[in-house]
């Protein structure tokens, strides 16, 4: 399974906790994956087993937020204790939007106010799914993302007959409703796994990650 995990965890507060804060709404991996398949196989003539989850996700940068840094990779640790899960890492991109001086004592720390975006994450994950599906011991990959796009690559796995490709969906709950993948509905319609309110409450992460903030909050703050 390939997950795309800020998709996947906006997605889901914005289906289900529209208006909280993201940090609310934290996804456990190992049990979103395992949760998948479950809801999966119940609808599916052919099993699965989930073999490896491969979550993309934005590393905030310590010098712009280093408590979303520390938070962030504490959510590694405790994830990754899960043995089939596997945490992939790319650094967000940073704009300073205005810069900060201090008129302070010598040493005072002030932070520029900054634009933050996750930046390569699709790329990383189109990757993994073209790569994971080419290999001689997987027959099935899972994208669990609503970004199309990654489209092209359910598509570029779909034609290729290598492996068999499907997608996901939260659905339901109070917020906004979101698309899902297609792929290439020429060749094949794609099977997308429906997930609901129950599935969520099922695979969160409500663990305290208690870590003491330091640094500011950038405009796009991180969970």
């Known amino acids: 399974m390939v997950i795309d995990y800020q998709n996947v965890h906006l997605c889901a507060r914005d289906h289900f906790l529209p208006g909280t804060a993201a940090a609310d709404s ?42 979303g840094y520390q938070r962030n990779l504490a959510h590694q640790l405790r994830w990754e204790a899960d043995p089939a899960v596997r945490m992939v890492h790319q650094p967000l991109r940073y704009r300073v939007l205005r810069a900060a001086y201090s008129v302070g004592p010598a040493g005072a720390q002030v932070q520029p106010e900054v634009d933050v975006t996750e930046k390569g994450v699709d790329v990383l994950c189109a990757l993994e799914v073209v790569n994971a599906a080419s290999r001689p011991d997987v027959d099935l990959v899972v994208l669990a993302s609503h970004d199309h796009d990654l489209d092209p690559a359910v598509a570029a796995v779909q034609r290729s007959r290598s492996a068999r490709v499907e997608g996901f969906q939260w659905f339901g709950g109070p917020g906004q409703q979101v698309g899902h993948l297609h792929g290439d509905s020429q060749v094949a319609r794609l099977w997308c796994t429906r997930m609901d309110v129950d599935d969520f409450e099922a695979c969160r992460d409500e663990h305290d990650y208690l870590i003491e903030r330091v640094g500011h909050e950038s405009r796009e703050g991180q969970s």
């Open 26 to 67: 934290l996804i456990s991996p190992g049990r979103f994956a395992r949760r998948l398949i479950e809801v999966r196989n119940r609808m599916s003539p052919l099993p699965a087993e989930l073999v490896e989850a491969v979550v993309f996700r934005g590393l905030p940068e310590p010098q712009f937020d280093l408590y």
